[in-house]
T-cell receptor
Framework: DGGITQSPKYLFRKEGQNVTLSCEQNLNHDAMYWYRQDPGQGLRLIYYSQIVNDFQKGDIAEGYSVSREKKESFPLTVTSAQKNPTAFYLC??????????????FGPGTRLLVL | GQQVMQIPQYQHVQEGEDFTTYCNSSTTLSNIQWYKQRPGGHPVFLIQLVKSGEVKKQKRLTFQFGEAKKNSSLHITATQTTDVGTYFCAGPNSGYSTLTFGKGTMLLVSP
């Protein structure tokens, strides 16, 4: 059963703690993406990776970090430097995007609440 | 940088009424995609339009790509409560190998 999984669905953390969100895909896609969604803000790109061991900053990368050691996995760490981390985080994957705009397939998302 | 704008931001209709959302890009697009996100869910791909002036239909949904390939629309005929959600358009951001998403139009349908 192919798809993208994100865990956990809900995550609670205390302010000042780093937290890592998981994203795994078995679609054999080269590219993976992380988005943040706040009410009324649409989807804002945090980081993306078109190939293993390479990733690029998106529009709102400050306070976040990623790694891409395996094709199937693209974990996102929300660091204590992120001023407003409470949000809905979406991971997506696609075939490698060479500028043509590949269709993206999204995971179910993780809702992070920082208290 | 490239911008993709959608209007309206929000629309509330009675079941059976029609609905249209519009998408405008600051640059010419090679294609445009539409996604739907149900409340509490994640965006799901609906369709991709590639050709200038292209029109595609999915049951009660009609998608159009403008002649200049800078705008698009999604029209829903006779809305149903199952149409509730946020509809996003997205276009290639060719300089960065990503998609640029509009902020979406939230549709609420009252029975």
């Amino acid at each position: 059963d192919g798809g993208i999984t994100q865990s956990p669905k809900y995550l609670f953390r205390k302010e000042g703690q780093n937290v890592t969100l998981s994203c795994e895909q078995n679609l054999n896609h080269d590219a993976m993406y992380w988005y943040r969604q706040d009410p009324g803000q649409g989807l804002r790109l945090i980081y993306y990776s078109q190939i293993v061991n390479d990733f690029q900053k998106g529009d709102i990368a400050e306070g976040y970090s990623v790694s891409r050691e395996k094709k199937e996995s693209f974990p996102l760490t929300v660091t204590s430097a992120q001023k407003n981390p409470t949000a809905f985080y979406l991971c997506a994957s696609s075939p490698r995007d060479r500028g043509r705009g590949e269709t993206q397939y999204f995971g179910p998302g993780t809702r992070l609440l920082v208290l | 940088g490239q911008q993709v704008m959608q209007i309206p931001q929000y629309q509330h209709v009675q079941e059976g009424e029609d609905f249209t959302t519009y998408c405008n890009s600051s640059t010419t697009l090679s294609n445009i995609q539409w996604y739907k996100q149900r409340p509490g869910g994640h965006p799901v791909f609906l369709i991709q339009l590639v050709k200038s002036g292209e029109v595609k239909k999915q049951k009660r949904l009609t998608f159009q790509f403008g002649e200049a390939k800078k705008n698009s629309s999604l029209h829903i005929t006779a809305t149903q409560t199952t149409d509730v959600g946020t509809y996003f358009c997205a276009g290639p951001n060719s300089g960065y190998s990503t998609l640029t998403f509009g902020k979406g139009t939230m549709l609420l349908v009252s029975p």
